[in-house]
């Protein structure tokens, strides 16, 4: 079986994982990924309540409830998961994160070993599960004109600057 690939867009409040993820999704090597976003999730979850009025039990249930969204749909065959989510700390987001893209490894391979025996045949090459991480940075001035809704002109220059930045990672896939 080919590779899975899980393709992780991260970075601060305002550093354009939405604008971002939403122009990879148009790249037809990425078309029919399963798509994850961290804040429908939380609305799922809790409603209204912005991550500020959360606990920090509910965020770390939160990031939980993401992982096995999104190991459920590399177990049942996604061949990429594509997920928006804001993973600053190793120990409560990079790490579990790794953790699943682990497990989800391992349970394809020993179901496709179990096919194999099942079926007398020889096992497959190992499938992969490879982790793509893309971090979106910002500065300061640019997330405080994006939270204070942006000027037209701006904003116009801040499309052009992901459009850039996007024709460049694109470039190397």
Request: net charge positive; hydrophobic share 40%.
């Amino acid at each position: 079986m080919p590779d899975r690939i899980v393709l992780i867009v991260s970075g601060s409040v305002c550093s354009g994982k939405s604008y971002l993820l939403k122009q990879l999704l148009q790249c037809p090597s990425l078309s029919g990924a399963a798509t994850f976003r961290i804040d429908p999730i939380r609305q799922t979850l809790y409603g209204q309540r912005a991550d500020t009025h959360i606990t920090l039990t509910e965020h770390i249930f939160k990031n939980e409830w993401l992982r096995n969204e999104m190991l459920k749909a590399l177990v049942l065959g996604a061949p990429v998961v594509a997920v928006e989510a804001v993973m600053l700390t190793r120990v409560g987001h990079q790490e579990p994160m790794m953790e699943m893209v682990a497990r989800a490894e391992k349970y394809i391979q020993t179901i496709e070993r179990e096919y194999a025996l099942r079926d007398g045949v020889e096992p497959p090459t190992s499938t992969k599960v490879k982790p793509k991480v893309l971090l979106c940075y910002t500065s300061l001035e640019c997330m405080t004109w994006r939270i204070e809704g942006g000027h037209t002109d701006r904003r116009q220059t801040a499309e052009a600057c992901h459009r850039s930045i996007y024709r460049k990672i694109m470039e190397g896939v």
